[in-house]
């Protein structure tokens, strides 16, 4: 039984250059660890949850990064005061 799966050239030079996670879990797409091509119904699913675990990576990094700035912001208005007291 020969094994096969389909990778395009393009991820394989992701790969290859380095790109990243994302590049890695795009060969995902197309073959599972038994070498079965996945079916279009699979593959959609995927790329479904795929794409929901990356907005909520999104979603995080915003509020840490809003969280950051308002403390930022926060500090800053209290260094101004103390300065404008003495």
Not at 21 to 29: F, K, Q, T
């Amino acid at each position: 039984m020969a094994m096969r799966s389909v990778v395009s050239s393009s991820g394989v030079r992701r790969l290859m250059e380095g790109g990243g996670r994302s590049s890695i879990s795009g060969l995902r797409y197309f073959s599972d660890s038994k070498g079965r091509i996945f079916s279009e119904e699979e593959r959609a699913k995927e790329a479904v949850y795929i794409q929901k675990m990356e907005r909520e990576r999104m979603e995080k990094a915003r509020k840490k990064a809003e969280k950051e700035r308002a403390e930022r912001e926060k500090a800053d208005k209290k260094a101004e005061e103390e300065a404008h007291k003495s």
